[in-house]
């Protein structure tokens, strides 16, 4: 994409992310997950802790993405493990929305 403006890094166009799907993104080299909720967008690391699995090839239904591997739940809003084999947190990261793109601030 293009420059980090106030820490913000634009990885996907509003448009890539319909409401009530996820997108695999990257910043810089990391692997994020992209969610639009009922019209607000989140943004948690892609790796589920528990074997690396890719959330973003799993399922989201509402707040809720599941890891396709062993089905531990996130909430996408907070990073919060919900259930599952996962113990641990994933990480969150700060969201913006400007000019029909999705800005992400480690």
């Known amino acids: 994409m293009?420059?980090?403006v106030d820490g913000f890094t634009p990885v996907l166009k509003?448009?890539?992310v319909p409401t009530g799907t996820m997108r695999l993104a990257a910043l810089d080299r990391t692997r994020v997950?992209?969610?639009?909720?009922?019209g607000r967008f989140y943004a948690v690391s892609d790796i589920c802790g528990?074997?690396?699995?890719?959330?973003?090839?799993g399922k989201l239904n509402g707040h809720i993405v599941e890891c396709p591997l062993h089905f531990a739940q996130f909430d996408v809003r907070?990073?919060?493990y919900v259930d599952g084999p996962q113990s641990a947190d994933v990480r969150r990261y700060e969201v913006r929305v400007e000019n029909d793109m999705v800005y992400i601030r480690p």
């Open 50 to 57: 528990h074997r690396n699995a890719p959330l973003s090839r």
């Open 33 to 38: 997950l992209v969610a639009q909720v009922e």
């Open 2 to 4: 293009t420059d980090a």
């Open 14 to 16: 509003v448009a890539e």
């Open 78 to 80: 907070t990073g919060q």
